[in-house]
């Protein structure tokens, strides 16, 4: 059974501006082992920036982030990825023309000892890391439910299915923390609780902990352990799901008054999801 | 006809009918002897083909066998099974009749409900269940099923939580009977010796396109009889190749890949997931190929699709030598007279189309395929068969261990079933019904002695409900359900079916269901293939939202209104059946479900239910409406109902007079 541990990712005090636009200012963030927690706020209010400076794909202006215990200033994606931190993009980012299962094995990439002539070659040694890391990615196909698609070229694919390929990939890495950016962006109802239950399950089976960015406040509430708010760039809340919920600041700023909606993004109702949670979508 | 399989002169010949083996796990021991190293199962997982010998296959099911008898499991005791075909599953089959009890299969798509009837009426003790879904399936209808006590399930992902005391994983289950067999040698074989050929090997469930599923009562001689005449027939050996990708609950899944593998020892593989198995079909290349007509259908319309994405020379040879297939096909297959010319062409045709396609599909290595469970339209047939593929009919239930009548070769015509095969016997009553006495009629409808007597009369015939007759040539030729066939008000012969299998052949068209007994005209409700409309939409930049936007769009009722209009000149061109030309349509806007009980759990229409249901639609087609609204009950997947609203658009269609009537394949593809 997985327990919510000790935090292994605390991002302190960032700050983050783009020319005269604050991003981020002084935002702390605490990510414990194993659990799944969720970022929220209207559009603009830094998710991504958050997620893009947790895995060095942004420096902050000020701050710091512990990862594992080493506090660094700055720290480069491809570190970020070799210590353990893996993601998905809002946007879909496969290689479009490469297969399934060729996209998956790229997130095997960083794991490979033998250099590109051995592979080249593929004798011995390299054939052997090669079955082994085959192996692996088919443990994930079979994990994701994704055989029947496993030599499709991922552009064929439709946009859910991609969506689950792109976390096979992350998942590929063995990460110890999983960001997900929007996983269920522009999903039908079905596909959505597909998603869900395949994060659940990672969570789950491997102990992954997982902070994911999400719009659709059902799926929010109904999987994450923890929820932190964002709005202009500041938290203003951070605790488990019902507590923000009912938290007045949350209300005002995200869930919105009729009169001020920050979020246009078109929203899926998703079935009894919805009529259990208190955010029925801002606006 | 090309035969892709070579068969070795060291073919071992079908296991002589050994007096001693007469049940499943006799047979079981008896391959595990005769061929200890031949693969028994196989099943594709981790994108790889893994296998079990005929051996393993053996000491796997002793150990389950132990396994539950461990677990409390006793002579006579009910074992059921649910899940997609895994061959762990077709090992707690036999591991259940291993130990005098009787395995009852589940449709694994059952919904809680249908569970729950099958499950308490089967009085139920063990389950075997394949993953969480259908465990907690399982749970949620546990409650009905007083009798039901333990579960043992094989997938334990997302299974770690589960603290129910009544469940037991699969893998500690065989450990745990291992270690009893260990201790007990002489245990499996001696409760395996204790078995009767008169035993019941299996209770099966019809899906019944009326009324409550009723279990169907095999004795292990009704189902090995049947499938040893079947295999003496077609010269089944033990190379063959089958795929199991059928509901285990069916007769025709059981008969082919579990009850013909263990008396010829043939290996059953298990495809990957449900939705691989295309793919998987290909890899295999089976040599035996079972299917019901609407995976034809599906393949067909698969194909259709993507022709269209083809270059214009693919297509223009696609279409060409298709048109060659279709005029000299069946006569080549058959080994009749044909011209050289068309014999080259044919050739030609193999080698550009025929064969490549057949690889692309899977089929390149079929000796024999059959196809039952429903009629199958004549151009669908012959499409395959003029491919140089050995599509045979067959006729067969539940209640007669599938075999009565199969097709010859050489002798295979479109509209018949073929000859009763040995020791089966077929009478026609004098209301037209098919009657038939084989070794493999059923014991009884499990505790339901009314049904057994309407069907099994005391005089040996068995009533099979179909109507049917025999050609001049001796082949049986069905007509359809007894009950359904009709008259037009008119006075003109009904036989929905076959109107509706004409529509069915359009790749647009995935359902119809027609109506006129006792009408002044024939009309239809249709159900359009997403897939193949869909595709078509794309392709004219019709944007839909929905299946049920889709379907209500104008120019699909005019591309349906074409198709319908092509099958009223076929119709037209019989003057039995001109009569029953389509006058009037309409697309539904939900496809028929068997969650909805509109369809049974193999997809045969509930001609009734749907009547009740849509009354109001059928109502609007014959009081000429323009238009018919509706309000349907839903279920979904999880169980959970909602309600939906349609106005749906009624059409005309021209009908055709007894003019000449062109190909249905141009139009269709």
């Known amino acids: 059974m997985r327990r919510i541990g000790e935090p292994v990712l605390i991002a302190d005090r960032i700050s983050l501006a783009f020319g005269g636009i604050v991003a981020l200012s002084e935002v702390s963030v605490a990510i414990r082992r194993s659990e799944i927690l969720a970022i929220i706020g209207p559009n603009g209010a830094g998710k991504t920036s958050m997620l893009n400076v947790i895995n060095g794909f942004y420096h902050p202006h000020a701050g710091s982030i512990t990862w594992k215990g080493v506090t660094r200033r700055r720290m480069r994606p491809y570190e970020a990825a070799a210590q353990g931190i893996a993601r998905t993009f809002q946007n879909v980012a496969l290689f479009k023309g490469m297969t399934t299962l060729d996209n998956i094995m790229t997130g095997r990439l960083l794991r490979m000892r033998r250099n590109f002539l051995w592979q080249a070659v593929y004798v011995g040694p390299a054939e052997r890391e090669e079955l082994a890391h085959r192996a692996h990615v088919e443990r994930i196909i079979d994990f994701l439910e994704i055989e029947a698609i496993r030599k499709t070229p991922v552009g064929r694919l439709p946009y859910g299915m991609q969506k689950r390929v792109e976390l096979a990939r992350a998942l590929a890495m063995e990460p110890e923390l999983l960001l997900l950016d929007e996983p269920m962006a522009g999903m039908n109802v079905e596909e959505k609780e597909d998603m869900c239950r395949f994060i659940l399950d990672v969570n789950d089976e491997f102990g992954t902990t997982i902070a994911l960015i999400e719009h659709d406040m059902g799926v929010v509430m109904d999987i994450s352990d923890r929820v932190i708010v964002l709005d202009y760039g500041r938290k203003i809340a951070d605790g488990p799901p019902g507590e923000v919920r009912t938290s007045p600041d949350v209300i005002a700023a995200y869930l919105g008054e009729e009169a001020a909606p920050h979020s246009p993004t078109a929203r899926v109702p998703s079935s009894s999801r919805n009529a259990r949670s208190a955010g029925r979508g801002p606006g | ?228 005449n079947a295999i003496a027939f077609e010269g089944l050996t033990d190379r063959e190749e089958v795929l199991a990708y059928l509901p285990m609950a069916w007769i025709g899944e059981h008969i082919f890949s579990y009850a013909q593998a263990f008396c010829a020892g043939f290996c059953a593989s298990c495809p990957e997931s449900p939705a691989t198995v295309m793919g998987d079909l290909r890899e295999l290349g089976p040599t035996y190929l079972f299917a019901p007509p609407r995976i034809f259908e599906n393949i067909l319309t698969q194909v259709m699709i993507r022709m269209e994405d083809a270059g214009w020379v693919k297509r223009w040879l696609f279409h060409y030598f298709l048109g060659i297939a279709k005029r000299v096909g069946l006569p080549v297959l058959d080994r009749r007279r044909v011209p050289v010319i068309d014999r080259v062409l044919y050739w030609l045709g193999n080698m550009l189309v025929y064969g490549p396609l057949k690889n692309t599909l899977g089929l390149s290595r079929v000796r024999v395929a059959y196809t039952a469970g429903e009629a199958i339209g004549p151009d669908l047939f012959n499409f395959y068969r003029s491919l140089g593929i050995n599509l045979k009919q067959l006729y067969g239930m539940t209640e007669s261990s599938v075999f009565l009548c199969i097709q010859k070769d050489g002798a295979v015509k479109p509209d018949t079933v073929g000859l009763p095969i040995e020791d089966v016997e077929i009478r026609i009553a004098e209301d037209g019904e098919v009657l038939f006495r084989s070794p493999g009629a059923f014991q009884c409808y499990y505790k339901n002695p009314e049904a057994t007597a309407e069907a099994k009369r005391p005089d040996g015939w068995i009533h099979t409900g179909d109507s049917g007759f025999f050609d001049p040539d001796g082949q049986l030729k069905i007509l359809d359900r007894a009950r359904d066939v009709g008259r037009l008000e008119g006075g003109a012969l009904f036989a929905p079916k076959f109107i509706e299998n004409k529509l069915k052949f359009f790749p647009y068209i995935k359902e119809a269901v027609v109506f006129g007994d006792g009408r002044p005209f024939v009309a239809a409700l249709v159900n359009i293939d997403l897939e193949a409309v869909g595709d078509w939409a794309e392709r004219r930049n019709l944007a839909y939202g929905s299946y049920q936007e889709l379907a209500a769009e104008d120019a699909v009722y005019d591309l349906i209104e074409g198709c319908i209009e092509q099958a009223n000149r076929d119709l037209a061109a019989e003057p039995a059946l001109a009569p029953s030309q389509i006058r009037r349509f309409l697309i539904l806007h939900k496809e028929l479900d068997a969650d909805d009980g509109e369809l049974t759990r193999t997809r045969k229409v509930r001609r009734r239910i749907i009547a009740a249901r849509y009354q109001t639609l059928i109502d609007a087609l014959y009081l000429g409406r323009s238009s018919g609204r509706i309000e349907t009950d839903i279920t979904f997947e999880d169980g959970r109902t909602g309600r939906l609203r349609a106005e749906l658009a009624i059409r005309d269609v021209a009908m055709a007079s007894l003019a000449s009537a062109p190909l249905l394949l141009q139009e269709a593809s």
């Not at chain 2, 071992?12 to 049940?23: G, I, K, L, M, Q």
């Not at chain 2, 008896?30 to 200890?36: F, N, T, V």
């Not at chain 2, 006793?74 to 036999?94: E, F, Q, T």
């Open chain 2, 1 to 228: 006809m090309r035969r892709g399989v070579s068969l070795a002169a060291d073919d071992c010949p079908v296991s002589e009918a050994h007096d001693a083996a007469d049940t499943f796990p006799k047979l079981l021991l008896e391959q595990a002897r005769l061929r200890p190293d031949r693969p028994a199962s196989r099943e594709k997982d981790y994108g790889i083909w893994q296998s079990w010998s005929w051996a393993e296959v053996a000491a796997e099911v002793e150990a389950l066998a132990c396994g539950l008898s461990v677990m409390g499991f006793r002579r006579g005791d009910k074992l059921a099974i649910i899940g997609d075909n895994r061959p762990r599953l077709y090992w707690a089959i036999a591991a259940a009749q291993a130990l005098g009890g009787i395995p009852v299969p589940v449709y694994q798509d059952s919904i809680a409900e249908e569970l729950a009837f099958v499950l308490d009426h089967a009085e139920v003790r063990f389950a075997v269940a394949e993953d969480q879904e259908q465990v907690d399936k399982l749970i949620a209808v546990k409650e009905r099923c007083p009798r039901l006590e333990k579960m043992v399930f094989s997938d334990p992902r997302g299974m770690r939580h589960y603290r129910q005391p009544f469940l037991c994983d699969y893998e500690t289950l065989q450990a745990r009977g291992g270690e009893f067999a260990r201790s007990n040698l002489a245990f499996f074989r001696g409760e395996v010796a204790k078995g009767q050929g008169g035993d019941t090997a299996i209770i099966l469930y019809t899906s019944g396109t009326t009324g409550r599923p009723k279990g169907v009562v095999l004795s292990y001689d009704n189902i090995i009889t049947s499938a040893k």
